[in-house]
T-cell receptor, first 112, second 114 residues
Framework: DQQVKQNSPSLSVQEGRISILNCDYTNSMFDYFLWYKKYPAEGPTFLISISSIKDKNEDGRFTVFLNKSAKHLSLHIVPSQPGDSAVYFCAAGSGNTGKLIFGQGTTLQVKP | DAGITQSPRHKVTETGTPVTLRCHQTENHRYMYWYRQDPGHGLRLIHYSYGVKDTDKGEVSDGYSVSRSKTEDFLLTLESATSSQTSVYFC?????????????FGPGTRLTVT
C-alpha cells in the first residue's frame, strides 16, 4: 500500500498564478512532512517542511498547509514562475529513524 | 549544496553482471540512504545506514546489498544485475539527531541493464 500519494501526475499553471500541489497520506504516525523539487538529470532538492504539530509553514513564495484530520497536505507556490517547472515530491517521516516515504511526484509546468 | 557525489554517473551493463555504485559525502552525516526512482513510483528506499557498519533494509531491498566501512562512503551492490534494476539511483544523507529531518541528495546514477 502506498502510504503517501500524489494523485495528480501533472499540473499546468500560467506564470504569476498560484500553483497548488496536493499530497495525501494514510499513516497517522507520521510526524513531519517535506516537499522536494527535482529538475531533470539532478537530484531532488529540499524545499520546505512542516511538523505535524503545525498547520502551516511559509518560506517566501512557498507555503505548506497540513490538515491532519483529512491526512492531507498541500504546497502553494505564489506567484508561480517558469523556473518552478519541475517534478515535486512530498515525503513523510516519523521519529528519528530518518526514513522518508515519498509520493509518486507531480510534474508542474509553469507557462510564460 | 551538501557535498555528495555519486559514481559513476551513467552505466550500461549486461544482465547477470555485478555492479557497484558509490556514494561519497563530505558532510560527516551519520545517516545515508540509497533510493531508486522509477516512473509512477517516486523515490523508493533500497537500503540505509545509521553509521559505519550499521545498515538496514528499505522497502525494495531484494537483489541489492550495501556496505559502509567509512562514514563518508556508502556502496550499493547489485550482485547479479537484472533488467528490472534499470533505474536512476540516488544517494542521500541526513543528520536527524540535529533535529533537522531533511535529506540531501546526490546527483544520481543512471543505470541501464541490457
Amino acid at each position: 500500500d502506498q502510504q503517501v500519494k500524489q494523485n495528480s501526475p501533472s499540473l499546468s499553471v500560467q506564470e504569476g498564478r498560484i500553483s497548488i500541489l496536493n499530497c495525501d497520506y494514510t499513516n497517522s504516525m507520521f510526524d513531519y512532512f517535506l516537499w522536494y523539487k527535482k529538475y531533470p538529470a539532478e537530484g531532488p532538492t529540499f524545499l520546505i517542511s512542516i511538523s505535524s504539530i503545525k498547520d502551516k509553514n511559509e518560506d517566501g513564495r512557498f507555503t505548506v498547509f497540513l490538515n491532519k484530520s483529512a491526512k492531507h497536505l498541500s504546497l502553494h507556490i505564489v506567484p508561480s514562475q517558469p523556473g518552478d517547472s519541475a517534478v515535486y515530491f512530498c515525503a513523510a517521516g516519523s521519529g528519528n529513524t530518518g526514513k522518508l516515504i515519498f509520493g509518486q511526484g507531480t510534474t508542474l509546468q509553469v507557462k510564460p | 549544496d551538501a557535498g555528495i557525489t555519486q559514481s559513476p554517473r551513467h552505466k550500461v551493463t549486461e544482465t547477470g553482471t555485478p555492479v557497484t555504485l558509490r556514494c561519497h559525502q563530505t558532510e560527516n552525516h551519520r545517516y545515508m540512504y540509497w533510493y531508486r526512482q522509477d516512473p509512477g513510483h517516486g523515490l523508493r528506499l533500497i537500503h540505509y545506514s545509521y553509521g559505519v557498519k550499521d545498515t538496514d533494509k528499505g522497502e525494495v531491498s531484494d537483489g541489492y546489498s550495501v556496505s559502509r566501512s567509512k562514514t563518508e562512503d556508502f556502496l550499493l551492490t547489485l550482485e547479479s544485475a537484472t533488467s528490472s534494476q534499470t533505474s536512476v539511483y540516488f544517494c542521500a544523507i541526513s543528520d536527524p539527531n540535529s533535529g533537522v529531518h531533511e535529506q540531501y541528495f546526490g546527483p544520481g546514477t543512471r543505470l541501464t541493464v541490457t
